[in-house]
């Protein structure tokens, strides 16, 4: 059971393993929705990549008393840097968050990344020629889009962000999606899969096309667990790196990282495995 941030305060959820023993120590895991990757609410509420990665890791880290929280990303990224004791699956290392949090092996991937558009709009978009994000965060400024706050997507992507920010930021994915859908964006930078989870979730599966670029990365983006780097951090990120390594080599396990893959990206997925396994 997971509960939100509210005005009250955080309200910490039951339990995922276990009840409570006196010596157990605490993780809580930090969540929001992220589809197909987290699913907070909804018919396909915790069945995502990353909640099921939660859920198996929950089960094997005995001695800890496991509780989620639902919370926006860019407050578990305030958190971590006060300290707070918590972790989020499918966190993505750059030397900046290495300056407070500590990461583990590699749980998952995001692959491929893309430049989505609504599908009405393709052609349009198209008479531009060959897509370059520099030049649609520079060129053509006109065509709006928007970011998720606190989010590193892949390092020559962030970089462009960085140098040339959008005027717009959002702290969830579908609204963003909402908003391409109606008009009030151009485009988003976006992992196909999101992208096609977010148009069946609105009631329109073929709305949206993901359209290659020139920046996009050729191998994928590793998701990790990310915990607070304090020693509390090490000590859980260590225990996990020794679940994973026995597990990501199992056929059970590839089937968590393939769900949810659209049919025409499994093949990509699958050829990156191998690199995925040797990742550290």
């Given at each position: 059971m997971?509960k939100?941030?509210?005005?009250?305060?955080?309200?910490?959820?039951?339990?995922?393993?276990?009840?409570?023993?006196?010596?157990?120590?605490?993780?809580?895991?930090?969540?929001?929705?992220?589809?197909?990757?987290?699913?907070?609410?909804?018919?396909?509420?915790?069945?995502?990549?990353?909640?099921?990665?939660?859920?198996?890791?929950?089960?094997?880290?005995?001695?800890?008393?496991?509780?989620?929280?639902?919370?926006?990303?860019?407050?578990?990224?305030?958190s971590?840097?006060?300290?707070?004791?918590?972790?989020?699956?499918?966190?993505?290392?750059?030397?900046?968050?290495?300056?407070?949090?500590?990461f583990?092996?590699?749980?998952?991937m995001?692959?491929?990344?893309?430049?989505?558009?609504?599908?009405?709009?393709?052609?349009?978009?198209?008479?531009?020629?060959?897509?370059?994000?520099?030049?649609?965060?520079t060129?053509?400024?006109?065509?709006?889009?928007?970011?998720?706050?606190?989010?590193?997507?892949?390092?020559?992507?962030?970089?462009l962000?960085?140098?040339?920010?959008?005027?717009?930021?959002?702290?969830?994915?579908?609204?963003?999606f909402?908003?391409?859908?109606?008009?009030?964006?151009?485009?988003?930078?976006?992992?196909?899969?999101?992208?096609?989870?977010?148009?069946?979730?609105?009631?329109?599966p073929?709305?949206?096309?993901g359209?290659?670029?020139?920046?996009?990365?050729?191998?994928?983006?590793?998701?990790?667990?990310?915990?607070?780097?304090?020693?509390?951090?090490?000590?859980?990120?260590?225990?996990?790196?020794?679940?994973?390594?026995?597990?990501?080599?199992?056929?059970?396990?590839?089937?968590?990282?393939?769900?949810?893959?659209?049919?025409?990206?499994?093949?990509?997925?699958?050829?990156?495995?191998?690199?995925?396994?040797?990742?550290?």
């Open positions: 997971v939100r941030w509210g005005l009250a305060g955080l309200v910490v959820a039951l339990a995922l393993s276990a009840p409570v023993r006196a010596e157990d120590k605490q993780i809580t895991w930090s969540v929001y929705d992220a589809a197909p990757f987290m699913m907070t609410e909804g018919t396909d509420q915790n069945t995502g990549i990353f909640d099921r990665i939660r859920q198996l890791l929950s089960d094997r880290l005995t001695g800890y008393a496991h509780s989620t929280l639902t919370v926006p990303f860019p407050r578990i990224i305030t971590l840097k006060n300290g707070a004791e918590w972790c989020f699956v499918g966190g993505v290392k750059t030397p900046e968050r290495e300056s407070f949090a500590v583990s092996r590699p749980v998952a995001f692959y491929p990344l893309r430049v989505v558009v609504r599908a009405a709009n393709r052609a349009r978009v198209e008479t531009l020629g060959a897509l370059s994000l520099r030049n649609l965060l060129e053509h400024r006109s065509l709006r889009t928007s970011i998720l706050r606190n989010r590193a997507i892949a390092p020559a992507v962030d970089a962000f960085r140098q040339y920010p959008p005027s717009q930021t959002h702290s969830e994915f579908g609204e963003a909402r908003m391409l859908l109606n008009d009030r964006l151009d485009y988003l930078v976006e992992f196909s899969s999101i992208a096609a989870y977010n148009a069946r979730q609105i009631g329109e073929d709305a949206f096309v359209l290659p670029f020139a920046e996009e990365n050729q191998e994928p983006v590793f998701a990790r667990v990310m915990c607070a780097g304090t020693p509390w951090g090490r000590e859980v990120v260590a225990r996990i790196d020794a679940v994973l390594a026995e597990e990501r080599p199992s056929p059970a396990y590839r089937q968590i990282v393939e769900a949810w893959t659209a049919d025409e990206d499994l093949p990509r997925i699958r050829a990156v495995y191998d690199t995925f396994l040797a990742s550290d």
